[in-house]
């Protein structure tokens, strides 16, 4: 016959093998979330770096064909380079800075687990 009143040890160690199951559990569930936001945000990185190279050739042209109109309005050649290339770091530095500020609105941190993690703990906390 089982006992039906387990001692405080016997309660303790059940306690702490339920406590190690859903901490492995949560580390399972937080891994696959983990993969599935790598994935959901590497899958469209192709299209990003085609389109970049793109438009990097695109923007080299332009800067080049402004060098060569500032150059026909009466500029020397090395000052209508100058203005070209500061345009161009100039845009480039606009795109770099927003770029880094909108880095973190898309972040990859598995929202979900951390959320069913803080319920597990107020859940843990309850009961003891």
Known sequence: ?????????DLISTALGQASRLIR??????KAEMSANVTDAVRPV??????????????????AALAAFLVQQGWSDPASKLLA??????LGSVLFWLGVSRLGENSLMPARTVQQVREDVTAVKEHL
Not at 3 to 9: A, L, R
Not at 25 to 30: F, I, M, P, S
Not at 46 to 63: D, S, T
């Open 85 to 90: 290339a500061l345009c161009g770091a100039g």
């Open 46 to 63: 192709g299209f990003l770096i085609g389109g970049a190279c793109v438009v990097m050739a695109a923007l080299v042209m332009l800067l």
């Open 1 to 9: 016959m089982a006992n039906d009143n387990p001692s405080i040890p």
């Open 25 to 30: 559990d949560e580390v399972q569930l937080a």
